[in-house]
């Protein structure tokens, strides 16, 4: 039986606030210019590709090791009131962007999947409101690459941190978790912002158009502790 399976509905009476090792200031996302590669566009969603030589790291005081970009994609839903996969007390946000990182300490990304610890996956919320231009890029090239078999270039002044919340409000919350597409591999550390990204109905309608909504549901908790490097006010 599956004791770690993603996502969950974070709830703050699970949470357990951990000031020793979740420090919002010591998560660092390390990108090079141009790791982010291309797009490709398929029946279930988006995937963000880096290129065969990327560098683009991510460490944290509440991670074990360094971990190296392999791809980033998103989850969304219908309408803007669902979409999100993790839940914040309850609630579904408007969608979900998750940047996969697997662990150094292992040969590949192939053996990292098979690891408890082998791969640290960064989550993003989004909600539906005002026009985001920092995700223009982004969203524009999934526009381009919807109905392609073949990916599309990523803008050459693409960079992952604009497509994250302000430095100043990267409190985030930890849980040892799983895959949320098959094989739904118990093998990631998940590090949730909790606080979301406001995107326009129109930017997530580019999404839809792909298909309308890609989220899997809720899991059981199974008991697992939620950690915390603030104390959440949902």
Known sequence: ?????SPIDIVPQDVCHSAEDCKADTLNIDYKQGDCCDVIVNESGFRVNVKRNCVTSLTAAHLPAKFELAQFHAHWGCNGKVGSEHFLN??????????VFWNTNYESFAEAVEKD??????GVFLKEGKYNEDYHGLID?????????LPLQMPKNFHIEQLLP?????DF???????TTPPYNECVIWTL????????YGQLNVLR??????????????GRTIRSSHLLDL
Do not use: W
């Not at 039986?1 to 399976?5: D, G, T």
């Not at 309850?90 to 940047?99: A, I, N, P, Y």
């Not at 610890?117 to 960064?122: H, T, Y």
């Not at 919350?173 to 895959?179: C, E, I, P, Q, R």
């Open 173 to 179: 919350v930890t849980y040892l978790g799983s895959l």
């Open 117 to 122: 610890d082998g791969l640290a996956v960064i």
């Open 209 to 222: 158009n792909i298909i309308p909504e890609n989220h899997r549901e809720c899991q059981d908790r199974c």
């Open 141 to 149: 090239t999934v526009r381009k690459a919807t109905g392609n078999n």
């Open 166 to 170: 302000p430095v100043d409000k990267r």
């Open 193 to 200: 912002f909790t606080e979301p990204v406001e995107i326009s």
């Open 90 to 99: 309850g609630k579904q946000l408007s969608g979900e962007v998750h940047f």
């Open 1 to 5: 039986m599956a004791f770690r399976q």
